[in-house]
């Protein structure tokens, strides 16, 4: 058995099921995919894989709506492949990570159906209504997915709220019999040998309507520590809240050392940096350097010695990093380097995400090639506001959920290997060039890149334990910092521009060993474009 806090030196890699790999030919990716594609994870070396959604879902919202939290949708498999990919992946010292999103269910699920018979059914109190009339909503709160967050029943004379699409009803965790129903789900699961849990958008749980509260409602940490007391405590688990609202007080109530709440939450200050300050994530901002530093060392510091952070850069929500953030064109390997060495040197417990380990590019499709119902339903409402088309395709090429969501590219073969049928959503056509095989074939890609620093993470304590400083604050090509405990340091140095940039290393680092790099410039005192590099010394 583990210690209690092994996902302190864990990486965990996050699939995307129903875009990593298809085993049936329906275009759809599935469990048995995953499972044929294990062998692919050893060899990076991850310790966990956190899947997306695989329960039974009407797929509304690519299984964010889920109908049936104890069974899996027949699109992915079974409850037997399910098994027999925690069998298999524990074979191979990986664990499973299941998404439990416990702030709405489907409507499809057996409760919204039941509460929809009647204000006298057990389950009507299951979900949050208000009385009312037709066209006259209870207050001015929107859905994530755009529109009102009130959906009327002409039945029963009354609205349901749902923060994100009309098909996903908030549950009502007011109610302690939700709160029960959703425990002994947990428990069930860990039963069959889950190693842990992403928890969807976990701050809306404790909302308040009336009130227009909605993220970091009044009750949010009672209700999530008798959800840890009452599940995860019992048992060796790593749990990670998706939290948009924790700023870091938050984070160290979530993550706090004592285990009460969980492993360590996912926050999402830096990825605000490029948008505008009072608009949407459509409405894109200059990104600027030190901002950024500035948020990194705020989380690093912030959460030192009480509390843990995660680290990414992606996920399926997100827009690819290399394209975000590094230059996806003619610096694309070594700016995709840069940002895995960036990463993976601070303090948490770093996350890939499929792809991410090939530095895959964001797509430019046209709007009949987009699935995703955030990115559709964007394009129609601000279509309809009378915004430019061409200004919203930009901001959809650059922000869409979908730019993370074509299908894993595993070959130059048709489809790029991921299916034999008609995929789901259409591949990147830069599959070509772009795929596992072909970096596995090159010893000096981006994939070997992050197995190395898998590897460093487990070889060097410092990466786990040492303390953060940042170097250099005011820098707007460098991002420099060490991390250093009683024994050992290391320095982590990127230059995150496309430009050459004048950098003097420090005296005391001069000789020191390298643990890992990209390309490095012969020239003194000045570093090559995206250039990146981890140093290491002892004390
Ligand atoms: O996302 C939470 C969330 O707030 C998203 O609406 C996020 O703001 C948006 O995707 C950014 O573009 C979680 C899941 O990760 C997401 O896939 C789900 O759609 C959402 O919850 C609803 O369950
Ligand atoms: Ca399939």
Redesign the pocket.
Known sequence: NRKKDWWKQAVIYQIYPRSFQDSNGDGIGDIQGIIGRLDYLQELGVDAVWL?PVCCSPQD??G??ISDYQDIDPMFGTLADMEELIEEAGRRNIKIILDL?L??TSDEHRWFKEALKGKENPYHDYYIWRDGKAGILPNGLKA??GGSAWEWVPELEQYYFHQ?SVK?PDLNWENPKVRREIYDMILWWMEKGIGGFRL??IDQIAKEPDRLITSNGPRLHEYIRELSRETFQKGCLITVG?T?GADVERAKLYSSPDGSEFSMVFQFEHMGIDQQEDGE?WDMAPFSLSRFKEIMEKWQTGLYGCGWNSLFWE????PRSVSRWGDDGEYRRQSAKMLAILLHGMQGTPYIYQGEELAMKNVKYGEEDYRDI?TLNMYKERLAKGYNKADVMHAIHARS?DNARTPMQWSGEENAGFTEGNPWIKVNPDYTEINVRQQLADTDSVFYCYKQLIALRKQYAVFTDGRFEMLMKEDEQLFAYTRSSEKDEILVYVNFSGEEAAFTLPEKWVGAKVLICNERSKKKEVVKPYEAAILYRKK
């Open positions: 997306s919202d690519n964010y709506d999103v702030n709405h994530g997915f994100f996903q969807d958008v998706e948009w994530k996920n399926h929500d997100l955030e959920r």
